[in-house]
């Protein structure tokens, strides 16, 4: 058999096991922090919506609420 021989300008595949050059580590660092705000914001947003809508719904408790079709004879 004969043995392939590779191109020296020919580009190959990256390994699981290659260090990653540290351009790519900064992108991956920065797509993580990005990523982890997001979330942080959107369960901030949640939490807030849920606490705020206790008290707004405790609120409405209070008040005798009647609907005008429940005033017809």
């Not at 043995?3 to 260090?19: F, H, L, V």
């Not at 919506?49 to 405790?58: K, M, R």
Request: hydrophobic letters at 45%; charged letters at 20%; a negative charge.
């Amino acid at each position: 058999m004969r043995q392939q021989t590779r191109d020296p300008g020919e580009r190959t595949a990256a390994t699981g096991n290659a260090p990653a050059d540290k351009r790519t580590q900064y992108w991956r660092w920065l797509d993580n922090a990005v990523t982890g705000l997001w979330v942080a914001l959107l369960l901030s947003i949640i939490a807030y919506a849920v606490v705020e809508g206790e008290a707004v719904l405790a609120r409405l408790d209070g008040l005798d609420l009647v609907a005008t079709y429940s005033l017809s004879p």
